[in-house]
């Protein structure tokens, strides 16, 4: 929302909802918490204030100390107060739901919106007799007697009683796109001097796609750490394969279909411009184990391979829904790709690091046989992201023009189009049963890979009454345009078949 006075006009919407928790074994007011496999990065949504305690006192445990240092990332753009201490924020009224797109947000802005977001709670309560009303994701009305109200930033505050390490930075960034350039800098700029075995923490406001993305980012600037740390270390270690240990080495099964694979044709482009494969390759490990279990990780949502689901779905939408969901897939391509490029900067930047020893550097760290291990917290980033992005610069034009570039309905083979296109041609209404039968038993074997059920019966139908438009006569085709465009009709097989034979006279 940043610094203006449509805060004022913010409704009130409560972050938790019924069914918020997706996953097994809860931390209590800490939705969604999880660790991701092989990293000491953890996801999860909006806690309340005891949910932090919780999540904290779960990450430290008995091994790490409670006074060491803890980073915890919130990437929601949305301003967030605690009232008895469960999370409230501050939607434009005409936003409510599990998530919402509020523009350009900076930490700045959303903090300033905070400081005056509490003054709105504290005012509407002292307006309606210490009751504060508020609206849940469903926009159904609530009211709740008010106790205690605190901002955020006087929660973490708070929280540093018990755990003095802990550094809360937000990063405002949008549900579906990519985070700025900017932003992924300000996470590493963040995780520089932490440790390899230093905790991060990282939510939105369910512990979905944001913190997801947000996680990912993490356990690449992780495997930066262990690439220009540990490499040589563990050279040093007798029988060990290091390229067993190598993440872009990773291979993903063959047998699946190539957009769930992620090979999308601007991102080939990516891989080839960048002449670096294994940076696809480690990406998708990060993503697998930051998704759900099928994919060998402890999270929801799979960011590659929810484009593809997406996109079988785009298959059966009414044209409305299309509109929104091609947005969402090409948002989430653009998503995908500048994980990809900045893994390629971690690795870049991980031979950096090893390269720029100095000689004193290499003498204290030095190991038998000449390797260094530099200490995880004493690595050095030299150029940020947004730099090597400059360096890259053909990659923003490339991921704008290529993230629509895909095949959004199937091609009808060209020998059973120029069959139906003859039906119609030669006496319409005559072949008309034939047409049908012809349009059907060609969506037969084009839908042949999905599943049998609702979504393949829908795929068909869309197909057969776009088909049966597309090869109207002129006549009636300008007929039904007509009416469509009236909303007389709509694009549906029967209303057109109608329309082309006992509707004939019917007109726009």
């Known amino acids: 929302m940043g610094e203006n006075p449509e805060i004022w006009k913010a409704a009130a919407m409560a972050d938790h909802f019924e069914k918020i928790q997706k996953l097994p074994d809860p931390v209590p007011g800490c939705p969604n918490f999880r660790r991701v496999p092989g990293y000491k990065v953890y996801c999860c949504g909006q806690p309340t204030i005891a949910g932090f305690e919780a999540a904290l006192t779960k990450v430290t445990g008995t091994a790490y100390p409670k006074e060491g240092k803890i980073i915890w990332f919130n990437l929601r753009q949305e301003p967030n107060v605690y009232v008895n201490g469960e999370p409230?924020?501050?939607?434009?009224?005409?936003?409510?739901?599990?998530?919402?797109?509020?523009?350009?947000?900076?930490?700045?802005?959303?903090?300033?919106?905070?400081?005056?977001?509490?003054?709105?709670?504290?005012?509407?309560?002292?307006?309606?007799?210490?009751?504060?009303?508020?609206?849940?994701?469903?926009?159904?009305?609530?009211?709740?007697?008010?106790?205690?109200?605190?901002?955020?930033?006087?929660?973490?505050?708070?929280?540093?009683?018990?755990?003095?390490?802990?550094?809360?930075?937000?990063?405002?960034?949008?549900?579906?796109?990519?985070?700025?350039?900017?932003?992924?800098?300000?996470?590493?700029?963040?995780?520089?001097?932490?440790?390899?075995?230093?905790?991060?923490?990282?939510?939105?406001?369910?512990?979905?796609?944001?913190?997801?993305?947000?996680?990912?980012?993490?356990?690449?600037?992780?495997?930066?750490?262990?690439?220009?740390?540990?490499?040589?270390?563990?050279?040093?270690?007798?029988?060990?394969?290091?390229?067993?240990?190598?993440?872009?080495?990773?291979?993903?099964?063959?047998?699946?279909?190539?957009?769930?694979?992620?090979?999308?044709?601007?991102?080939?482009?990516?891989?080839?411009?960048?002449?670096?494969?294994?940076?696809?390759?480690?990406?998708?490990?990060?993503?697998?184990?930051?998704?759900?279990?099928?994919?060998?990780g402890t999270g929801i949502k799979q960011l590659r391979e929810n484009i593809a689901e997406s996109k079988l779905s785009y298959e059966i939408m009414d044209d409305a829904a299309q509109v929104f969901l091609k947005s969402k897939i090409m948002d989430n391509i653009h998503k995908y790709f500048y994980l990809i490029a900045f893994t390629a900067y971690m690795r870049q930047a991980a031979e950096l690091a090893r390269s720029a020893v100095s000689d004193e550097d290499k003498a204290k760290n030095s190991l038998t046989g000449g390797k260094t291990a530099i200490p995880g917290d004493q690595l050095k980033v030299n150029k940020t992201f947004a730099a090597f992005m400059e360096e890259h610069a053909v990659l923003r034009g490339m991921v704008e023009a290529g993230k629509g570039k895909l095949q959004w309905e199937r091609d009808i083979p060209a020998a059973a189009l120029a069959n139906l296109e003859s039906l119609a041609t030669t006496d319409f209404k005559a072949n008309l049963g034939k047409i049908i039968h012809d349009i059907y038993q060609t969506a037969h074997t084009m839908f042949a890979d999905m599943p049998q059920g609702d979504h393949k019966k829908r795929a068909k139908y869309r197909f057969a009454s776009k088909t049966l438009m597309r090869i109207l006569p002129n006549n009636l085709k300008g007929e039904v345009e007509a009416l469509i465009e009236k909303k007389s009709i709509t694009l549906d097989l029967y209303e057109i078949l109608g329309q082309c034979t006992w509707g004939q006279g019917i007109k726009a």
């Open 88 to 296: 409230i924020c501050a939607r434009p009224p005409n936003k409510i739901g599990e998530y919402a797109e509020l523009g350009n947000v900076t930490r700045d802005s959303a903090k300033a919106d905070e400081e005056e977001f509490i003054k709105v709670i504290e005012g509407r309560a002292k307006e309606n007799a210490g009751k504060l009303k508020f609206v849940d994701i469903n926009k159904a009305e609530k009211e709740i007697e008010v106790k205690e109200v605190v901002t955020l930033s006087n929660v973490i505050e708070g929280l540093k009683a018990k755990f003095p390490g802990l550094v809360h930075m937000r990063i405002p960034v949008c549900n579906s796109a990519a985070p700025l350039e900017t932003d992924f800098d300000i996470l590493v700029k963040t995780l520089i001097g932490t440790n390899i075995n230093t905790p991060v923490i990282i939510n939105d406001q369910v512990g979905l796609s944001r913190a997801t993305t947000g996680c990912v980012a993490a356990c690449l600037f992780k495997e930066f750490q262990i690439s220009a740390s540990f490499e040589g270390l563990v050279e040093t270690v007798p029988g060990v394969n290091l390229d067993l240990l190598k993440m872009d080495r990773y291979k993903m099964d063959p047998n699946k279909d190539a957009l769930f694979r992620g090979e999308f044709e601007v991102i080939k482009e990516l891989v080839a411009e960048l002449k670096d494969e294994g940076a696809k390759n480690e990406c998708d490990k990060v993503i697998d184990k930051n998704g759900p279990a099928k994919t060998g």
